[in-house]
């Protein structure tokens, strides 16, 4: 059993902000406000948990055209990590992608341990799982569909 669910982030912007100074800084006025980087670029993650709390490659989508890889991407990384990376115009899941992690990354990694079992994939309703070509290739690597409504998998 698996659950797969993707958030968007805007990267240099925090909802909460939170700084470390000392009394004397803080008392002096001169403090007035947090700087955020300037940065406004919208990226995708996307993460597949199994039942038994032991998490799959993430994937990243940028924002791009292209298709190129940009070695930017893996600055954040630390020796060891791995993700899926990919990019769309807007940075948002679609239909290709979602076909893409799930028969180059969900799959192979799954099947082994499903041996000659079905898995039981859990998702939302983004139109990039409710389509014909996902749901026929789930069927075909015997993958079971659950589909919730939007915005319910990260309530679980």
């Known amino acids: 059993m698996y659950n797969w669910d993707e958030k968007g982030f805007l990267i240099g912007i925090a909802s909460e902000l939170m ?14 406000g947090a700087a955020q980087d300037g ?29 190129d890889f940009q070695n930017t991407w893996m ?6 990590e791995h993700a899926f990376f990919a990019s769309s115009a807007n940075s948002w899941s679609s239909n290709a992608f979602s ?7 969900f799959d192979p990694v799954t099947r082994a341990k ?10 939302n309703g983004h139109s990039s799982h409710v389509n014909i070509e ?17 915005h319910f998998t990260h309530r679980l």
Not at 99 to 105: C, D, E, G, R, S
Not at 114 to 123: E, F, K, N, P, T
Request: proline share 1%; glycine share 8%; hydrophobic share 45%.
């Open 39 to 67: 940065s406004r670029e919208f990226i995708s993650l996307l993460a597949t948990i199994y039942a038994d709390g032991i998490k799959i490659l993430l994937a990243l989508i940028y924002k791009g055209t292209s298709g």
């Open 75 to 80: 600055d954040d990384l630390k020796e060891r």
């Open 99 to 105: 076909l893409a992690y799930l028969t180059q990354v």
């Open 19 to 32: 700084r470390i100074m000392t009394k004397k800084m803080y008392d002096s006025g001169k403090i007035k």
């Open 114 to 123: 499903a041996g000659r079992g079905r898995r039981l994939l859990i998702v």
């Open 134 to 150: 996902f749901i026929r290739t789930c069927d075909r690597l015997k993958i079971v569909l659950l589909i919730l409504p939007l």
